[in-house]
């Protein structure tokens, strides 16, 4: 095993830094002259994606999150409105469906049972159609959906999902991408794959960061909580960055749109309180820094994970650890390596199982 892990201490901290590589191949033959090769998404895609009017997307868990990122970038970019629920509850309710909508399922194992089920239930309702984002190709999701985009992140052995997570946003950029040009938006098409080109060299510097990021995580071991907040794109990135500390750790970790920090978790802040805001340079970024002025006022401890560009500085009781600047559409994926990093290192020196955590299944095969 200690031959798999390519001289890493463990999976998870090979696949954080096999990123950059697994995000490139994903890229790799579908995309030329800043225009989606939809080749790339097998037979009859380009009518089947003609007819989509609205997306659906439903997963469970990290690749509930990524759908959570790509609406933002549905709706954005293409103009296309874009719903996402967790399979688990999709399955189990009443559904009004809106003809012309696609569902997209997305599933590093492709073996969930809750999407299996939910892919399912939307043929009987009768959406329009059933795209798939998948990590593995003989799975039984890409055997029943109409069309896939396979992610080529390779194995993924860690439990807690990185490099699935960076490759299924990968594939969704490109999709919007398609759905942009479909909409009469070629400007937005060729934006969002310029910008996807230049994620495999800025995941590696994000990856970089990684020893100030080790150190920072001393400052969370003997806590037992901490909140992370974010807004917008990089709200979901919040949530997933709390996602793996609480996976790996077992640290209790909320996140939340930072807005709303004061509609009740701001009632938990006090010096004992770590809080992490992530904080990207874009039209939100003052707004976010009243919320974390409220944050300072109460005496919390604040980690703000802010794009270099922002040009924030440490002071008291606020300390910055700059993230690598890029493009707009591929920031919330850059700001994920450094929380994956932060987990990583908390969970290592909690002593956890950090591979195999407690209580958790890599792939969740029964309802
Ligand atoms: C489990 C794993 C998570 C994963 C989720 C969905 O809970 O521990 O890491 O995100 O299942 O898995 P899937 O294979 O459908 O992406």
């Known amino acids: 095993e200690s031959v798999e892990r390519g001289g890493y201490r463990h999976f998870m901290l090979k696949e954080i830094h096999e990123q950059p590589a697994a995000v490139a191949e994903t890229l790799e033959g579908r995309h030329a002259d800043g225009r989606v090769l939809e080749a790339a998404f097998g037979p009859g895609a380009e009518q089947l994606l003609d007819q989509a009017e609205r997306l659906q997307i439903v997963a469970c868990g990290t690749s509930y999150h990524a759908g959570l990122i790509a609406r933002f970038w549905a709706e954005t970019y293409a103009g296309l409105p874009c719903d996402v629920e967790v399979a688990s509850e999709f399955r189990y309710r009443a559904h009004a469906v809106t003809p012309g909508t696609l569902v997209v399922v997305i599933s590093q194992s492709g073996e969930t049972a809750d999407v299996l089920a939910a892919l399912r239930e939307s043929r009987r309702l009768g959406y329009a159609g059933v795209l798939a984002i998948c990590n593995v190709p003989e799975s039984s999701l890409v055997r029943e959906a109409d069309l896939t985009l396979l992610t080529r992140a390779g194995p993924e052995i860690g439990v807690a ?81 709390s996602l793996k500390l609480k996976e790996i750790s077992y640290i209790h970790a909320e996140a939340y749109p930072a807005g709303e920090l004061k509609h009740g978790p701001l009632a938990l802040v006090d010096d004992g309180m770590p809080v992490v805001a992530v904080a990207p340079r874009d039209d939100l970024l003052d707004k976010l820094q009243s919320n974390l002025q409220e944050v300072r006022a109460r005496g919390g401890r604040l980690f703000v994970f802010a794009d270099d560009a922002a040009a924030l500085r440490s002071t008291g009781g606020y300390q910055v650890l700059p993230v690598p600047a890029g493009p707009d559409p591929i920031s919330p994926v850059i700001h994920t390596v450094p929380l994956q990093l932060l987990a990583y290192h908390v969970a290592v020196l909690r002593g956890t199982d950090v591979d195999k955590p407690r209580n958790l299944a890599k792939s969740v095969t029964v309802e």
């Open 161 to 241: 999902s990185t490099k699935a997570f960076t490759t299924q946003l990968t594939a969704l950029l490109l999709l919007v991408a398609a759905f942009a040009r479909r909409r009469g938006r070629p400007q937005s098409e060729q934006e969002l794959v310029r910008a996807a080109v230049q994620l495999p060299g800025a995941l590696e510097r994000a990856v970089a960061v990684e020893a100030q990021v080790a150190e920072l995580a001393e400052q969370f071991v003997d806590r037992a909580h901490a909140l992370f907040l974010g807004r917008g794109a990089h709200y979901p990135v919040a949530l997933e960055g």
